[in-house]
Every structure is written in structure tokens, then in C-alpha cells.
């Protein structure tokens, strides 16, 4: 599994492309290729691009659920809602769908950030105003959620 590093602000054109920055092409050179999978992120207005494989990994495990449950037809729903397939394109453009770049509240800053396996994307004043949000406390959210980790897990 491949993780990303880096944070980069780009800038959308009228269309809905966006360049995808050098150092970032770079970290995909073994996935431009290939597809990938764009969608609504669950917790942010953001949109989260999967490489395929990382895309086929999760769908492996939302295939496992069992569909005679409600609740589990509603998640898949929700989930896969607004996803499309895409390709950045020769020059390095990603062409994102208007559907999304609406979701997203998207404009012309754009900022695409790294989350271990996949990229956000980020209309830039919603992106610092969730990274503003999300450091009130960031120190009892670290302890939190990786404070109970031995050493020996997350090395």
C-alpha cells in the first residue's frame, strides 16, 4: 500500500480541472495509468480521490456487508453516492465532475492534501477552516485516539 505525503494548493480552472502538482505526480507515477476513483467524503465537505486498487481494497470490504440489513443498504448508498470513475489526463489535469465540484463548494483555490492512502480535496478556505477546527484540541484528540498505541505498534 502506498502513502501519500504533502499538502499542495492548485488552482481550478472554469471547467473543473485542476493541475496536479509535480511532487504529487511524482508520488503517482505507478497509479497514471490507471483509474481513479473520486467521491463525497463522509465526514468533511471535501472530496476524497482513491487510486483503483485502494478503491477495489475498500469495495472488497463494503461487498462483505450483509445487504439484508437496512442500515447497510442505507451506508452503501450514501457512500458510493457522487462516486465517478476518472483518469488525470496526459498533461496532468484531473477533471472533476461539476456534481462534486458543487458538493465540495470548490472555487477557483483548491487544496489537495494527502491522508495516508488517498487525497483530499479541498475548496482552500474550507480546508483551513476544518484544519483551524480540528487543532482546538488537536493534543486530547492525539492522546485519544493513538495514546493507548505501544511503541511497538506504531513504529
Not at 488552482?11 to 497514471?32: C, E, F, H, N, T
Not at 465517478?84 to 498533461?91: C, E, G, R, W
Request: hydrophobic content about 40%; some cysteine; glycine content about 4%.
Amino acid at each position: 500500500m502506498q502513502h501519500f505525503i504533502g499538502t499542495y494548493e492548485c488552482k481550478a480552472d472554469a471547467k473543473g480541472r485542476i493541475m496536479v502538482p509535480a511532487a504529487l505526480k511524482k508520488q503517482l507515477s505507478k497509479q497514471l495509468d490507471k483509474s481513479f476513483v473520486i467521491k463525497r467524503a463522509v465526514f468533511n465537505q471535501c472530496l476524497e480521490l482513491y487510486p483503483l486498487d485502494q478503491w477495489q481494497d475498500l469495495m472488497e470490504k463494503v461487498n462483505k456487508l450483509n445487504r439484508f440489513k437496512k442500515k447497510n443498504n442505507d451506508f452503501i448508498r450514501r457512500f458510493t453516492a457522487g462516486v465517478k470513475l476518472l483518469d488525470i489526463d496526459t498533461t496532468g489535469r484531473l477533471l472533476i465532475p461539476k456534481d462534486l465540484i458543487n458538493h465540495a463548494n470548490i472555487s477557483r483555490e483548491v487544496v489537495v492534501s494527502s491522508v495516508v492512502n488517498i487525497l483530499e480535496i479541498w475548496d482552500k478556505d474550507l480546508y483551513e477552516q476544518a484544519i483551524d477546527e480540528a487543532t482546538t484540541d488537536f493534543a486530547s484528540l492525539a492522546e485519544e485516539v493513538m495514546g493507548d498505541q505501544n511503541e511497538d505498534d506504531i513504529s
